[in-house]
């Protein structure tokens, strides 16, 4: 028994689950939750639960108590969605998975997992914590391994990607032979929308220590970094011009998205969205390094390079959104670093994420590092001085007025509840300051965010 378990629950999830066991239990919490739980770190979106009783009773007693579950019939899970801010947002209800000439018990479902720190179970209050992997020995001392080696990726090869995901999600060392097995795994049959979902979950991690840049070269320049993304594997084949060690095309991409671990402006575009748009810039790096070697008309070759990254992007099954802010980079990619103020002006009209350009233009640049500190120190210092030219011509190029806030004067007196007077047109400018720095800000939504942060402001003052 680990009455500690319990208690790091939520007092009104802890509610939650003594009424679900009453109603469709003895239930058995799974995976990411008793993870949490045991290294002290906030729950996840999902809450995943397992029980005995048949879905289709589960389900019925869910929605005679008021519980908005769905799922049921041919089904394999019931989904609650929990109303409020903190996690977890859903919570999964199934039932135990098991070989087909194998008894359902919870040894056998946790077989069919991925990783042993997601191989653990508790039954639902008191315990036991059912670990017949090992997981919470692994979790402690900071090992990632497959439940049952390579028979468990033959379950799913994509939990080889899943592998290093963890590994790098909770700074942890993978088997070493677990990751032989997985560096040849097939990915032919899955869907490159999971691939992507993977990939987006690792290029939003800091990977920021030299652990985390291991573990990704490992990953990318493998065969299954290969598999995962085989619309680069020429990359692999093109060494970068004046690079002395040997340097191909794709290395160079790799070492620029290891040194990108920040966004400079997470409104202008996602640190994740920016680490994708590194490595689709690599198709652009190779037709420029393909046009030098082969005598290819560059504008041909440059657009072959883009209609290709488009459908790059449409087969993993990017959003519309995210394709355009991708591509208008990518398009701009030709700028060499650093950029004239005239430069930065038709990109600030263009509505280009200008600040992620800079980004990648300067880290593609300067990628491979230069052991000279006084170099180094005058890269960075370049860098950041055309940051702020942006941002100072940003302000500057264009000026708003009130009459622009997509918000109405009444409608902020509405939010505030204040009688007319000097406050509304000090907020008014403040606001017109904010979305000078970005546009995209107004917007109804952003405004009464931000109006409710000035409130704030005020009632500290």
């Not at 085989?230 to 794709?250: C, H, M, N, Y």
């Not at 420029?288 to 290819?296: D, H, M, P, V």
């Not at 041909?300 to 099954?317: K, T």
């Not at 546009?439 to 005020?458: C, F, M, P, V």
Request: hydrophobic share 40%.
């Amino acid at each position: 028994m680990l009455p500690s378990l319990r208690n790091g629950f939520p007092p009104f999830i802890a509610s939650l689950l003594d009424e679900l066991n009453l109603l469709i239990g003895p239930i058995h919490l799974v995976g990411s939750v008793v993870r949490n739980v045991l290294q002290g770190t906030p729950l996840s979106n999902d809450l995943n639960i397992l029980t005995v009783r048949p879905l289709d009773q589960c389900l019925e007693a869910l929605r005679e108590n008021n519980h908005d579950a769905v799922g049921g019939g041919g089904e394999k899970s019931i989904f609650v969605p929990l109303k409020g801010w903190e996690k977890p947002k859903t919570i999964e209800i199934s039932k135990f998975r098991h070989r087909p000439a194998q008894t359902a018990t919870i040894e056998e479902d946790l077989l069919h997992r991925d990783i042993t720190v997601n191989a653990m179970a508790y039954a639902w209050p008191n315990g036991p914590l059912i670990d017949p992997f090992g997981g919470q020995d692994d979790l402690i001392n900071g090992r990632i391994r497959l439940v049952n080696g390579e028979e468990t990726l033959r379950g799913d090869p994509l939990r080889a990607v899943r592998l290093y995901r963890f590994s790098l999600q909770l700074s942890a060392v993978p088997n070493p032979e677990d990751l032989k097995y997985c560096t040849h795994i097939s990915l032919d049959q899955v869907p490159p929308e999971r691939i992507r979902v993977e990939l987006d979950r690792i290029f939003s991690f800091p990977l920021d220590t030299p652990q985390a840049h291991n573990l990704l070269f490992s990953l990318l320049d493998s065969d299954l970094g290969a598999a995962m993304l085989p619309e680069f594997k020429l990359l692999r084949q093109i060494p970068k011009p004046s690079a002395l060690d040997g340097t191909t095309v794709w290395h160079h991409t790799i070492q620029t998205l290891k040194s990108i671990s920040s966004s400079p402006r997470e409104e202008d575009i996602s640190l994740l969205d920016l680490r994708w748009t590194v490595v689709l810039a690599g198709l652009i790096f190779y037709a420029k390094n393909l046009r030098s070697l082969q005598k290819i008309e560059e504008g041909a070759n440059y657009e072959r390079a883009i209609n290709q990254i488009v459908s790059c992007l449409n087969r993993y099954g990017f959003s519309r959104r995210r394709q355009k802010k991708i591509l208008n980079i990518l398009n701009n990619l030709g700028i060499d670093f650093p950029f004239s103020d005239r430069v930065l002006k038709r990109l600030l009209g263009d509505a280009v994420p200008i600040e992620g350009l800079i980004s990648l233009v300067f880290h593609a640049k300067h990628a491979i590092q230069t052991t000279d500190p006084v170099c180094k120190a005058k890269n960075r210092l370049e860098y950041t001085r055309t940051l702020e030219r942006c941002r100072s011509l940003r302000r500057s190029c264009v000026t708003l007025r009130c009459s622009d806030l997509a918000i109405c004067g009444g409608d902020i007196r509405d939010i505030v509840r204040r009688r007319p007077g000097p406050w509304l047109g000090e907020l008014q400018t403040w606001l017109l300051n904010w979305i000078g720095e970005d546009y995209t800000r107004n917007n109804a939504e952003s405004l009464r965010k931000k109006i409710q942060e000035w409130i704030a402001t005020q009632d500290r003052m």
